[in-house]
């Protein structure tokens, strides 16, 4: 019998994928990090490329984005658990692309309430995921769709003794159509997903320009030490300066070609910026970027 249960156990631990996942603590705050691999997601690294964060609020932990499957979400509570055996009250999952929020199927068997933007409402469970498409089977083994339950319209306030979680809904399109972020004064932190990108380039697929710049410009006026991205080490005050200063550039040279009168074609080979272009994700995004922000400020002028 035991060698039975022996070779179940054995059998599964094959079928697992390990993420390896280290947190890593941001400042002097109660907030860890699993930092994602700048790189596209495939069967090396099977989703682990964003980032995901919990907060130590006393009695229990706050997670930021849930991660990509499953098992990523599994192994990262085993982690959290060796700094303190807490449990998980809330996971906030800041906009709706999958490598954010596919661990939600692990915290819910945790009994953890989950929240996200009213975008999830409208979000279709699809028969294949993203994720799902690139990744191996193993790694994606019990993964399933779990959308958030609690939505936030405008400003949703979260109480832990003391301290107070503000998670506020961008309500314009900026990365995309559903971007939350989540402002904890008294950690002086802010969680902002993939309104901010660093170490690698950032993708307008989804998204509008002039949302994303305008929201960036409201984060950066809130009074904090650490602002933490959905890609990249950086979780400083200076996180949103890669972004932003990237965005603001791309717009200025798309918009005069426009004005000139330059058709899509002539400003997608024009637009080269090349001093962006050692960064990862050039190659593959910059050119879809062009083209995304040519469209949206033509649509805009007429």
Same mark, same amino acid.
């Given at each position: ?25 941001? $400042? ?7 930092? $994602? ?5 495939? =069967?090396?690294?099977? $989703?682990?490329?964003? +980032? ?35 449990? *998980?009250?809330? /996971? ?51 993964? =399933? ?10 400003? +949703? ?40 990108? +660093? =170490? ?14 305008? *929201? ?11 602002? /933490? ?15 932003? $200063? ?43 970027? /062009? ?6 400020? =033509?649509?805009?002028?007429?």
């Amino acid at each position: 019998m035991k060698s039975f249960l022996l070779s179940i156990v054995l059998f599964h631990s094959l079928l697992a994928f390990d993420y390896k996942l280290q947190p890593k603590k941001v $400042g002097d705050s109660s907030t860890y990090c699993f930092f $994602g691999l700048p790189e596209v997601m495939d =069967e090396h690294n099977n $989703g682990n490329m964003s +980032n995901s964060c919990f907060v130590n609020m006393g009695t229990s932990y706050l997670v930021i984005d849930s991660g990509p499957t499953y098992q990523y979400a599994e192994q990262a509570y085993i982690q959290m658990k060796k700094i303190q055996n807490l449990p *998980i009250s809330y /996971v906030i999952n800041t906009h709706t692309h999958d490598d954010h929020w596919l661990g939600n199927s692990y915290y819910k068997t945790l009994g953890a309430k989950i929240i996200g933007s009213n975008a999830f409402r409208e979000l279709p469970k699809m028969a294949l995921t993203r994720m799902q498409r690139r990744i191996s089977p193993e790694a994606y083994t019990k993964t =399933e769709q779990v959308f958030p339950t609690i939505f936030v319209e405008e400003e +949703n306030i979260l109480y832990f003794n003391d301290r107070k979680i503000y998670i506020e809904s961008v309500n314009y399109k900026a990365h995309t159509n559903g971007d939350l972020f989540v402002y904890i004064p008294s950690e002086k932190i802010v969680f902002v997903g993939d309104l901010s990108f +660093n =170490e690698r380039l950032p993708s307008m697929r989804d998204g509008n320009i002039n949302g994303w710049i305008k *929201i960036l410009e409201k984060i950066s006026k809130i009074d904090v030490n650490y602002i /933490v991205g959905g890609h990249g080490l950086i979780s400083t005050k200076q996180t949103l300066k890669f972004t932003y $200063g990237y965005l603001k550039a791309l717009k200025y040279r798309v918009k005069k070609l426009l004005d000139e009168d330059y058709d899509i074609a002539d400003v997608v080979n024009q637009v080269v910026m090349k001093e962006y272009k050692d960064i990862s994700f050039y190659d593959t995004i910059h050119r879809q970027n /062009v083209e995304q922000v040519y469209r949206t400020l =033509e649509w805009e002028d007429e």
